[in-house]
């Protein structure tokens, strides 16, 4: 089994910023695509953001320019920069590993709460 451990939620203020950090075990973790999805209350959860094993990067548009997604393969950890966050951004973030060649197959964290509120 890969267990995902997130981090680094909280509350900030609008224009404000917060780094996401997400640890994984129990697996390769290069051989990975991670990826960071989110879900407001009330809503449908969303894909933010995703890197492939390869380094490749995808963002749902209303991120992009403001949220970066890095991986560091040597401490096993996907982080999610976010940046001049918005109260729209408010959601429970989780992280997500899965492998392309095994469909269907992803993990997940238990997720971290950022509220951007004033």
């Known amino acids: 089994q890969v267990q995902l451990v997130e981090s680094g939620g909280g509350l900030v203020q609008p224009g404000g910023s917060l780094r996401l950090s997400c640890t994984a075990s129990?697996?390769?973790?290069?051989?990975?695509?991670m990826g960071w999805y989110r879900r407001a209350p009330g809503k449908q959860r969303e894909l933010v953001a995703n890197v492939t094993s390869s380094g490749y990067t995808n963002y749902v548009d209303s991120v992009k320019g403001r949220f970066t997604i890095s991986r560091d393969n040597a401490k096993n950890t996907v982080y999610l920069q976010m940046n001049s966050l918005k109260p729209e951004d408010t959601a429970v973030y989780y992280c997500?590993?899965?492998?392309?060649?095994?469909?269907?197959?992803?993990?997940w964290g238990q997720g971290t709460q950022v509220t951007v509120s004033s």
């Open positions: 997500s590993a899965n492998r392309p060649r095994f469909p269907g197959l992803y993990y």
């Open positions: 129990g697996g390769i973790f290069s051989i990975y695509a």
